[in-house]
């Protein structure tokens, strides 16, 4: 298949050039520099243009306009936004626990951005592709909460105490339910690295391959993913009506930034999950022995599959977020431990005798 | 009636009774808690519901008003008045035991005119800070700023109320802690914004469970009554739309009626029609502004920004009959300020199909939904004995199966003359307070579609005097405001201004009831069913 759009193409012919230039050392400190660069650069330009699609896509929902006064249709609107947040004093409260209220910010935004660098984002974008990948990326997306638990216990307030404790509570519940979803899959591929998962599912995607056990795990990864990025119905860390600002009410400029933009940022890695190990990722759409078809699919570039897969999930989450209104922390702990936790064990076990029996759709059909 | 006055004549020969408009007895204070007792306790008609509790200062004498009501039958009304002459240091006893409404109204009455109630469990004052100095509704006031200074130095809130009990040995003056000692209490207000203004709660929590709650207010403490009683009853009309303003109208409504009644005079026909229909547009805005802050506070935002839409509509039609939207400086004192304009009946005719499609909308959006449903249902939970007891009217009120709407027992404007359901739910729950009042917004329609096509040509007011002097009396109206019960109290000594004017406002009742109905829910139901109780402050803090 030629791939005629891949940025592949561009990032062979870096190495190559400075191969070319360089000793073989050389070329790995500065291909790693590259590579540091390029994933902040998207973080930073991800989360921006994600802040501009909630705000479009909430105004929709609600009956309202969004974001249209700065650019076309508001399109800078997040780049003034953060040009404002950049410049904002940083506010110094007096009886924190300085060290700790300082260094929350990062255990959220390092985790965040940590676990951005294990997504593929198409054909040879992936900085981290390990023999675990999915171990990694829900081993350190967890640490997150690290930041929320610190910045609650620091502010030395009540309401970001409680919010914090919520977020505890909330967030070990459903790292378990995400996790065992995640599993699900795993057995189903027989791999835990998200390159060989994304091969695997060339012809068939693995939401259809596992078919309904599979579909069970999605539709539960999907819920505890939401509750894990504390949006929609499970905001109850940050519950505005309740606690103003939750863990995060005592910080502000950059600070604030930071819990922001990682807010955003792991709805994305959320979403960016899904897509990879649910719906095949960047793989564009295949069919098996349909050459020319097949051939026609490759010209739309991977990372745009990708794009457009973790889109329309990320729509699916606002729209969940602006329909529902918000759970109580018993109701929410509830959901978790009587229902998607069971639901989920049984759900892995039948995965497993699935696999042993040979009753996925790829054995079926072949 | 006659019954009540034969028993009251037959157990209280002492007491004056009078009947000039409603049943009048004054008692000395020792026999007051006897004569409220018999009445409390009345077999068929009890007098189980405090309407008015009103502090009075006579010259001679400090004075307290009382007019009950019966829960059985909310036109039944005795006006029982008791006063003392110590005016160093005025003393009455309780009926908080009887009427817990009465708590916070005491309390109130305690920081206006320094009347303290002998076993009162909590005898703070209410509105005011503990410091000040003076009672500023006296009549002998000296309202010196240099007195009470703007204090600019935060102050440590003291959780120690004081008490006067009356014991074996005589009466005992005591202190009493509010909360335990090692309670863990977070303040929810007065900056919050779930707090619907700037109300104070504060609240001991374990864990996430509430635990006990004492309500603080008066940071938004006008002095409207006191400032009242020296300006004229027209000037006066422009405070009832600063109690609670989204039910200002209506508010607004009470005060031109009790003035009318008062000075006999006669509002036209057309302006009955104008005001009753203003009324009930305000009080669909009303109960979807309520609507939408229960949503929110739910944590539903796309639902309060859709009752929001709703609303907007009604705001127009008020903007172009009077060209106040919030503020609808419309009522004046025999009849309307203006005429309604050209388009008024096709507008209104407009609004109401298109209220009903989006009454369907909300229905399916959020009345269903079962994580709404769970954050709802048998939350918040309000007796009807309670609800009596605390005085809690309007929607809330009639949530816990308690038939209270003015506008059927006490007819006023045009309310005699439309069919419109009386909507009463028994569940006493915040999903009955929520559906009571989308209910209500329907039976608000058909009020209006009765009348919108029959306004009377003529005049859309009265001729009235330049200056309005009220004869010598007493004057109560009440009218069912969007929270319930709003009334006006006018004691007049014949002058332009009033000697004594007392706003009766139901959100102190909805407030009074929270530490009840909160007591072992979780803090984010406290917050929904706060929404659901639908409170506005500045009707407290007047």
């Known amino acids: 298949m030629t791939q005629p759009f891949e940025l592949v193409n561009f990032t062979k012919w870096i190495d190559s050039t400075l191969q070319a230039l360089l000793p073989s050392f050389w070329v790995l400190v500065v291909e790693l520099l590259l590579v540091g660069i390029a994933?902040?650069?998207?973080?930073?330009?991800?989360?921006?243009?994600?802040?501009?699609?909630?705000?479009?896509?909430?105004?929709?929902?609600?009956?309202?306009?969004?974001?249209?006064?700065?650019?076309?249709?508001?399109?800078?609107?997040?780049?003034?936004?953060?040009?404002?947040i950049l410049l904002k004093e940083i506010i110094h409260i007096n009886r924190v626990d300085k060290f700790l209220f300082y260094a929350a910010p990062f255990f959220m935004i390092i985790a965040s951005v940590l676990t951005f660098g294990a997504i593929p984002f198409g054909v040879g974008l992936q900085a981290l592709d390990f023999n675990i990948g999915v171990f990694f990326v829900t081993a350190v997306s967890s640490l997150g909460i690290i930041g929320v638990l610190l910045a609650g216990?620091?502010?030395?307030?009540?309401?970001?105490?409680?919010?914090?404790?919520?977020?505890?509570?909330?967030?070990?519940?459903?790292?378990?339910?995400?996790?065992?979803?995640?599993?699900?899959?795993?057995?189903?591929?027989?791999?835990?690295?998200?390159?060989?998962?994304?091969?695997?599912?060339?012809?068939?995607?693995?939401?259809?391959?596992?078919?309904?056990?599979?579909?069970?795990?999605?539709?539960?990864?999907?819920?505890?993913?939401?509750?894990?990025?504390?949006?929609?119905?499970?905001?109850?860390?940050?519950?505005?009506?309740?606690?103003?600002?939750?863990?995060?009410?005592?910080?502000?400029?950059?600070?604030?930034?930071?819990?922001?933009?990682?807010?955003?940022?792991?709805?994305?890695?959320?979403?960016?999950?899904?897509?990879?190990?649910?719906?095949?990722?960047?793989?564009?759409?295949?069919?098996?022995?349909?050459?020319?078809?097949?051939?026609i699919m490759w010209y739309i570039p991977s990372y745009l599959w990708f794009a457009g897969k973790v889109f329309v999930l990320i729509f699916f989450s606002l729209w969940v977020r602006w329909s529902f209104p918000r759970l109580r922390i018993d109701q929410l702990l509830n959901l978790e431990w009587k229902y998607l936790l069971p639901i989920n064990l049984i759900n892995i076990f039948i995965m497993v005798l699935m696999v042993l029996a040979g009753f996925t759709l790829t054995d079926l059909f072949n | 009636m006659e019954t009540i006055k034969l028993l009251i004549q037959k157990n209280f020969p002492n007491a004056i009774v009078s009947e000039a408009g409603k049943l009048t007895v004054a008692v000395e204070p020792n026999e007051l808690r006897a004569l409220i007792q018999l009445l409390y306790k009345n077999e068929g008609l009890p007098f189980d519901y405090l309407v008015y509790l009103i502090g009075g200062d006579e010259g001679e004498k400090l004075g307290v008003t009382y007019l009950l009501s019966s829960s059985v039958d909310t036109s039944a009304e005795v006006i029982v008045k008791t006063a003392t002459s110590d005016r160093e240091n005025p003393l009455l006893y309780t009926i908080t035991d009887m009427y817990e409404t009465a708590h916070l109204n005491e309390r109130e009455v305690f920081a206006m005119y320094g009347i303290r109630f002998i076993n009162n469990p909590d005898m703070r004052r209410f509105l005011l800070n503990d410091d000040w100095v003076g009672f500023p509704m006296r009549k002998d006031y000296n309202a010196d700023p240099a007195l009470n200074p703007i204090s600019i130095v935060s102050k440590e809130m003291v959780d120690i109320a004081p008490r006067i009990m009356e014991t074996a040995d005589g009466l005992v003056e005591e202190t009493v802690d509010i909360f335990e000692k090692d309670d863990y209490i977070i303040n929810i207000g007065p900056q919050h914004p779930s707090t619907h203004g700037v109300m104070h709660f504060r609240t001991a929590l374990d864990g996430e469970i509430v635990k006990k709650i004492d309500?603080?207010?008066?940071?938004?403490?006008?002095?409207?009554?006191?400032?009242?009683?020296?300006?004229?009853?027209?000037?006066?009309?422009?405070?009832?739309?600063?109690?609670?303003?989204?039910?200002a109208g209506i508010n607004r409504h009470a005060l031109c009626m009790c003035v009318e009644k008062a000075a006999s005079i006669e509002v036209p026909e057309r302006a009955q029609y104008i005001r009753t229909i203003?009324?009930?547009?305000?009080?669909?805005?009303?109960?979807?502004?309520?609507?939408?802050?229960?949503?929110?506070?739910?944590?539903?935002?796309?639902?309060f920004i859709y009752g929001m839409r709703e609303r907007e509509r009604v705001l127009d039609i008020f903007d172009k009959t009077c060209g106040g939207r919030l503020i609808v400086n419309n009522n004046v004192i025999g009849g309307t300020m203006f005429d309604i304009y050209p388009e008024f009946q096709a507008d209104v005719?407009?609004?109401?199909?298109?209220m009903r499609e989006k009454l369907k909308e909300y229905d399916r959006f959020f009345s269903h939904n079962v994580i709404a449903l769970g954050r709802m249902i048998k939350i918040g939970n309000l007796s009807k004995e309670d609800a009596i007891s605390y005085a809690v009217t309007g929607p809330a009120g009639r949530a816990s199966g308690w038939a209270c709407d003015v506008r059927k027992y006490q007819p006023y404007a045009l309310y005699d003359k439309v069919e419109f359901k009386e909507i009463i739910r028994t569940e006493g729950d915040s999903y009955a307070r929520y559906m009571n009042r989308l209910d209500e917004i329907e039976e608000s329609l058909k009020i209006i579609e009765q009348l919108i096509d029959n306004i009377p040509a003529g005049d859309y007011k009265a001729k009235t005097k330049a200056i309005i002097k009220l004869p010598e009396g007493e004057y109560f109206q009440h009218v069912e405001a969007g929270k319930g019960l709003f009334g006006v109290y006018i004691e007049s000594r014949g002058d332009k201004t009033p000697y004594r004017l007392k706003f009766r406002s139901p959100s102190m009742s909805l407030v009074s009831v929270m530490p009840l109905i909160c007591k072992n829910e979780k803090i984010s139901d406290f917050i929904g069913i706060g929404g659901s109780m639908d409170y506005v402050i500045p009707d407290i803090d007047r």
């Open chain 2, 278 to 303: 203003m009324d009930e547009l305000n009080r669909i805005s009303s109960h979807l502004l309520a609507w939408s802050a229960q949503t929110n506070d739910l944590g539903a935002t796309t639902a």
């Open chain 2, 215 to 247: 309500v603080h207010s008066g940071y938004i403490h006008r002095g409207i009554e006191r400032l009242s009683e020296n300006l004229t009853y027209p000037q006066i009309l422009h405070f009832t739309d600063r109690l609670d303003y989204l039910s």
């Open chain 1, 39 to 84: 994933l902040l650069g998207a973080y930073a330009l991800i989360a921006m243009m994600l802040i501009y699609i909630e705000r479009k896509i909430t105004a929709f929902f609600q009956a309202r306009i969004g974001p249209n006064r700065v650019g076309k249709y508001g399109i800078f609107q997040t780049v003034a936004d953060v040009l404002k």
């Open chain 2, 349 to 354: 005719k407009a609004f109401i199909p298109y």
């Open chain 1, 153 to 295: 216990w620091s502010s030395n307030n009540k309401y970001s105490m409680i919010g914090a404790m919520r977020s505890g509570a909330q967030f070990v519940s459903y790292e378990l339910s995400a996790g065992f979803a995640l599993m699900t899959m795993v057995v189903l591929t027989g791999t835990m690295q998200f390159s060989e998962m994304i091969e695997a599912q060339r012809y068939c995607w693995n939401i259809f391959n596992g078919h309904i056990p599979a579909m069970v795990a999605f539709f539960i990864y999907l819920i505890s993913g939401h509750a894990e990025t504390n949006r929609g119905p499970f905001d109850l860390p940050e519950a505005e009506s309740e606690l103003t600002a939750g863990y995060h009410t005592e910080y502000s400029g950059l600070q604030f930034g930071f819990y922001y933009l990682a807010e955003y940022l792991n709805m994305f890695i959320i979403a960016a999950i899904a897509a990879t190990v649910f719906l095949g990722g960047w793989m564009p759409l295949q069919i098996s022995g349909w050459d020319a078809f097949n051939q």
